[in-house]
């Protein structure tokens, strides 16, 4: 039952137009906001927010017993909870569950402005030579193919394969990282795509997968202009990490620019799907393995940036368009940046001296900022559990809306 | 003040100090952290303090909703802790009845917090031998629309599984103690919600980013309508005869003469 009729139409600047209604279902009253098209955009109820982005799977953000409960499909999703307070600081643990896989990670929790930040903090460093080692150029470059990387034959990669080019050599760790970064996004990206295709079953969406031919055909290759500017990023992280560890994770404390609007950080590797507006108030969609540029440094009362779309896959906002993206969903694809380039030198100094890549130097490591937590063993639990109370309200609400 | 609500103010200090030096002492950077101290992250405690007319004052931790019926609590001005109730496997026993005669339950008048009722946390103590978690509250009598605010206090003794509480894993503790005192985030929520509603942001919540706190306008000067309308009702109101102290979530603004004097 619909307890009010649209109540409020907002345009832009500040956002995409929205018609907002307050639904009456079994269990209990929703907000439900949706697309001038009548499409459902998101759906606030029992403290949880369902989003249906334009493009890419359902997602679930609850908050349960003090913890943050984010469901991105039925890929998985994370847990995060308090962790502990050291120094003066305080620090989040999310329990990642991706695919059956679960890991942890840490987050120093600060702010600015204040709004409240949450930053990567790696568990552990290594010796300061061997992010020396990432930095600088090998001796001579490194052929590394698909085959090595273990992607051949990967259906991502040859669905993506229009859009998304190895180097052909490595001359340096910075370039081998880079690819590593943009081939986790594009997995993600591939896998959320299936799954929201899979959802929709015939319904509109991205080009079939399994059908690289015909996708590649319709991409536009991320340039590698772009690419040498994410090199770039990956050069900067690593000079930082090389910092941290000589200053064995030294951190200010109290207020503190987040990196989502660090002057020295402009390049952002989009790491979820994400719907922004353009300066028209148009709305589009944003994937991981896109790549924005940060055009302002201080937000709008709304927390909002201007970024230029520096390259996007087919489907999503087009290059060189001037999106709005707020301040805490860049400094999400800067964390995730961290945490993947952090991957990224796991499998580097794993893999050191074999395939063709160079003997690394000291690949021991100390502990970083804090000690890594212990999983949360009731993660995959909670996610499934929220996800279910998630499709049920989602349900209702449908059934609400149809007059059911 | 009165002797006795000093000295309970005493013991629930001495409680939380107890608790919270455990805590530091395992506390080594390098060290993995206990159990005590990532519940001492998750649940911040309660400060009990007093105001210049001597008035016990409660200033809020983490809001907590009563989950489970039969929980004894007893007058915060009581200068003995209360007997502890007992969890154990889903189900809540009593407190043992030779401790309420031996803490003289029936002259102290002890009441059972209702499920449903808010409450804050005052001291945790985890006791890794026994597999035992004490756990005391303060009933938020304000939040519950008592006027003027009456706090009680209560215990609850959570029993786990032999060994549990060395894994280091504190998520199946605190989903045990949420089973009784659930951490409430319902009005933060509603305010996060009805925000979000009401300005429809161009960006739809990104799934990997977590809902960052609303900023807070309030400045000194504006009276208390304009303070209400900002914020919206607080979860209490104390009054002195000076001041007037709104308290909402993570913030307490004090009115002087009807106009804000600060804001905390």
Request: aromatic content about 8%.
């Amino acid at each position: 039952m619909i307890v009010d009729g649209p109540r409020k139409v907002q345009a832009s600047p500040t956002g995409p137009a929205r018609k907002i209604q307050t639904v009456q279902t079994p269990g209990g009253a929703a907000t439900v906001s949706r697309r001038p098209s009548g499409g459902v955009a998101t759906i606030q109820t029992k403290g949880m927010t369902i989003t249906h982005p334009l493009r890419g799977p359902t997602t679930v953000v609850a908050q349960r017993n003090g913890s943050t409960i984010v469901v991105t499909g039925r890929q998985g999703g994370y847990v995060q909870h308090a962790y502990l307070n050291r120094n003066g600081r305080s620090y989040v643990q999310r329990t990642y569950v991706v695919g059956g896989r679960t890991y942890v990670s840490v987050y120093r929790s600060y702010s600015y402005g204040g709004y409240g930040f949450y930053g990567y903090a790696p568990a552990y460093y290594y010796h300061p030579v061997f992010y020396g080692w990432a930095y600088n150029p090998w001796g001579a470059p490194v052929v590394y193919g698909p085959a090595a990387w273990g992607w051949a034959g990967a259906p991502w990669y040859g669905y993506y394969g229009g859009y998304f080019a190895p180097y052909p050599a490595y001359a340096s760790a910075s370039q081998w990282l880079t690819d590593y970064l943009l081939a986790a996004n594009l997995q993600a990206a591939y896998a959320a795509n299936a799954e929201a295709q899979a959802a929709a079953a015939n319904g509109p969406g991205a080009p079939a997968a399994g059908d690289p031919a015909a996708t590649a055909s319709r991409q536009t290759q991320l340039s590698p202009e772009v690419k040498q500017m994410i090199a770039e990023e990956v050069k900067q992280q690593l000079a930082a990490a090389q910092s941290s560890a000589t200053s064995k994770g030294a951190v200010p404390s109290g207020d503190q620019l987040p990196d989502a609007l660090n002057p020295a950080e402009r390049i952002f590797v989009v790491s979820s799907h994400l719907d922004v507006t353009n300066k028209d108030g148009k709305e589009c969609g944003l994937a991981p393995g896109d790549v924005v540029m940060r055009m302002t440094d201080s937000p709008d009362a709304n927390q909002l940036v201007s970024a230029s779309v520096q390259s996007s896959k087919k489907a999503d906002c087009a290059a060189g368009q001037t999106v709005a993206i707020g301040v805490q969903d860049l400094q999400e694809m800067h964390n995730q940046f961290r945490q993947q380039l952090d991957s990224g030198l796991q499998t580097l100094a794993a893999n050191a001296g074999k395939g063709g890549l160079p003997q690394a130097p000291d690949t021991t490591t100390v502990s970083g900022e804090v000690p890594a937590p212990t999983p949360d063993s009731t993660a995959a639990a909670q996610l499934a559990n929220t996800q279910r109370e998630a499709e049920a309200a989602d349900h209702a609400v449908q059934q609400a809306g149809s007059g059911g | 003040m009165s002797r006795t609500a000093q000295r309970a103010l005493q013991v629930l200090s001495w409680s939380a100090a107890a608790a919270l030096a455990c805590s530091l002492a395992a506390a080594q950077d390098s060290a993995p952290p206990s159990i005590a101290e990532q519940l001492q992250a998750q649940y911040k405690l309660a400060k009990l303090t007093r105001d210049a007319n001597g008035n016990v004052v409660v200033a809020e931790g983490t809001v907590l909703a009563i989950q489970k019926e039969g929980i004894m609590a007893v007058p915060l001005t009581n200068p003995l802790n209360p007997c502890p109730s007992t969890y154990d496997r889903g189900r809540l026993k009593a407190p043992a009845f030779l401790c309420q005669v031996a803490a003289g339950v029936v002259e102290v008048q002890p009441t059972n917090l209702a499920v449903g009722q808010q409450a804050y946390p005052a001291s945790i103590a985890v006791d890794s031998k026994k597999d035992m978690v004490k756990f005391m509250v303060v009933a938020c009598a304000g939040c519950n629309g008592n006027d003027p605010p009456t706090y009680y206090k209560a215990t609850v003794d959570f029993k786990f599984p032999k060994g549990l509480l060395a894994t280091g894993d504190a998520s199946q503790v605190e989903d045990t103690i949420g089973q009784v005192f659930l951490i409430d985030t319902s009005a933060a929520a509603a305010q996060g919600q009805d925000a979000q509603a009401a300005s429809a942001p161009a960006s739809a919540p990104a799934a990997s980013a977590v809902p960052a706190p609303e900023p807070v306008n309030v400045q000194q000067g504006q009276t208390i309508a304009e303070v209400e309308q900002a914020l919206g009702k607080p979860l209490k109101i104390l009054t002195t005869s000076k001041k007037v102290i709104y308290v909402y979530h993570d913030l307490k603004v004090t009115f002087t003469n009807g106009k804000v004097a600060d804001v905390q």
